[in-house]
């Protein structure tokens, strides 16, 4: 029989916390696959990573407490959007590595990565919502931006290892966000 699909969803971990790909898997509860070893006979994986390796939670809060436009707010040291970018040039080659090793544990798998949404409106008007007012709109355009470059990055690391990839990033709109009252 085959094993269930393995699901990291929820998780949070970044790319170095999966130092062994099939011990980070969770799969569902009571299966035989219930320890989460990814293996020839795992028939699907369905995974995100890349947010947290960047830190997007964190720029989040940061960007909601402190003017991210602002030069001198910083994080490490380093203003607020080049520690992103930094951030971001790290990306590839740490999930080439992931990919790569659960492609080679799960050889005979579907695998899935799928993208991020985008979190913010894309249009002004709809970035003077109220629920938003902790970021203003240049640093959601940048958020929005952000995003794209993250999924650009995971739809390429995908493509080389020989791993489906799946766009989320237009499946959060603005009403989705703010709800339909702004």
């Known amino acids: 029989p085959r094993r269930p699909a393995a699901s990291t969803a929820g998780t949070g971990r970044t790319t170095e916390k999966v130092k062994t790909v099939g011990e980070a898997m969770d799969t569902q509860p009571g299966t035989e696959n219930e320890q989460g070893k990814l293996t020839s006979n795992t028939n699907r994986v369905e995974l995100t990573i890349g947010g947290n390796q960047i830190g997007f939670n964190r720029l989040l809060i940061e960007c909601a407490k402190w003017d991210c436009e602002d030069p001198d707010t910083t994080?490490?040291?380093?203003?607020?959007?080049?520690?992103?970018?930094?951030?971001?040039?790290?990306?590839?080659?740490?999930?080439?590595?992931?990919?790569?090793?659960?492609?080679?544990?799960?050889?005979?798998?579907?695998?899935?990565?799928?993208?991020?949404?985008?979190?913010?409106?894309?249009?002004?008007?709809?970035?003077?919502?109220?629920?938003?007012?902790?970021?203003?709109?240049?640093?959601?355009?940048?958020?929005?931006?952000?995003?794209?470059?993250?999924?650009?990055?995971?739809?390429a690391a995908a493509a080389r290892a020989g791993i489906n990839s799946v766009a989320t990033l237009s499946a959060c709109t603005a009403p989705s966000v703010t709800g339909p009252a702004g």
């Not at 990919?99 to 894309?122: E, K």
């Not at 355009?141 to 990055?153: G, P, R, S, V, Y």
């Open 75 to 155: 994080l490490d040291e380093m203003q607020i959007k080049d520690w992103a970018a930094a951030k971001l040039a790290t990306l590839p080659s740490k999930l080439d590595t992931v990919l790569t090793q659960i492609r080679s544990n799960a050889n005979n798998a579907t695998i899935v990565l799928l993208g991020y949404p985008r979190l913010f409106p894309s249009t002004a008007a709809e970035h003077s919502c109220g629920k938003l007012s902790s970021w203003n709109g240049s640093e959601q355009n940048w958020f929005n931006t952000t995003a794209q470059q993250l999924n650009d990055l995971m739809a």
